[in-house]
């Protein structure tokens, strides 16, 4: 059974940082797809950031030079470090993971299977 549970998420005023976390439980294979997404409320879930099994990332170019995402395979923790906090930025932030990596760096939602519950993040 595998979960997915996001923490990290908060307000912040603009120009500020925040951390978000993943843990996982259940997830184990070779390769795979983690990624964080973000959605206002009234609007599509968005893509923010993806990282795959061989080490390669893609972000959304919104968010391109502000946020890193990175994996700790020793704890199977995901992060999205965030700089320079914007408003717009505010947002419910998921993270989803699926095994397999050839879909990874399209950001689209619908490759990927498992999904936490979201963490608000709120930039003021």
């Known amino acids: 059974h595998v979960q997915l549970v996001e923490s990290g998420g908060g307000s912040v005023e603009a120009g500020g940082s925040l951390k978000l976390s993943c843990t996982t439980s259940g997830f184990a294979y070779s390769t795979y797809c983690m990624a964080w997404f973000r959605q206002v409320p009234g609007k599509e879930r968005e893509g923010v950031a993806a990282?795959?099994?061989?080490?390669?990332?893609k972000y959304a170019d919104s968010v391109e030079d502000r946020f890193t995402i990175s994996l700790d395979n020793a704890d199977n923790t995901l992060y999205l470090q965030m700089n320079s906090l914007k408003p717009e930025d505010t947002a419910m932030y998921y993270c989803?993971?699926?095994?397999?990596?050839?879909?990874?760096?399209?950001?689209?939602?619908?490759?990927?299977?498992?999904w936490g519950q979201g963490t608000q993040v709120t930039v003021s």
């Open positions: 989803a993971a699926d095994y397999g990596v050839g879909f990874c760096l399209a950001l689209s939602e619908a490759d990927l299977k498992y």
């Open positions: 990282i795959d099994s061989d080490g390669d990332a």
